[in-house]
């Protein structure tokens, strides 16, 4: 975790506070909240990343009120573009993806390829009903039915 995140979240920091021994010690005063309250990460509202940089925000700023600094008004933390960032957001992108994919192979072929039709392609339940020949109320029925089946396999999943 430490080497997946300590870049990003010391950029976070040092953007703040604009002093490198201080940013040090701010980060490790992070780490060392981030250790004590993992069991209040929520996988449904965050990635652990957008989770971890909150905090480190978080903190610094109150780092830098206990110390009395001069803050740096100039930082955006929606910038933070970094080669570590974007590889750890492909690999949770691809781990969500490949979750999604395999709750979809549970469901039945006509049905997945229903919600493929509908929420992938955008295609309304009218225009998915004339495409494949079947009633309006059964593409809405397998729709409404598959849902719960989805969330609970996902659900089943991030625990």
């Not at 395999?102 to 039945?108: E, F, R, T, V």
């Not at 593409?139 to 991030?158: D, G, H, Y």
């Amino acid at each position: 975790m430490y080497q997946l995140s300590a870049t990003q979240l010391y950029g976070v920091i040092l953007r703040i506070l604009r002093q490198e021994q201080l940013s040090q010690d701010c980060l490790q005063e992070v780490f060392i909240k981030i250790y004590h309250n993992l069991s209040d990460y929520n996988a449904g509202k965050s990635q652990p990343l957008t989770w971890m940089v909150t905090i480190a925000r978080n903190h610094a700023i109150d780092f830098y009120r206990k110390k009395n600094l001069q803050i740096a008004d100039d930082f955006d933390l929606s910038v933070i573009d970094d080669e570590q960032i974007q590889t750890l957001n492909k690999l949770e992108q691809q781990q969500t993806n490949q979750h999604l994919h395999d709750c979809l192979q549970q469901l039945k072929p006509e049905i997945m390829n229903v919600l493929l039709l509908s929420y992938f392609n955008g295609l309304t339940y009218e225009t998915i009903a004339k495409t494949l020949n079947t009633p309006l109320n059964t593409i809405k029925t397998w729709v409404r039915r598959a849902m719960p089946t989805l969330k609970k396999c996902l659900e089943k999943i991030n625990d």
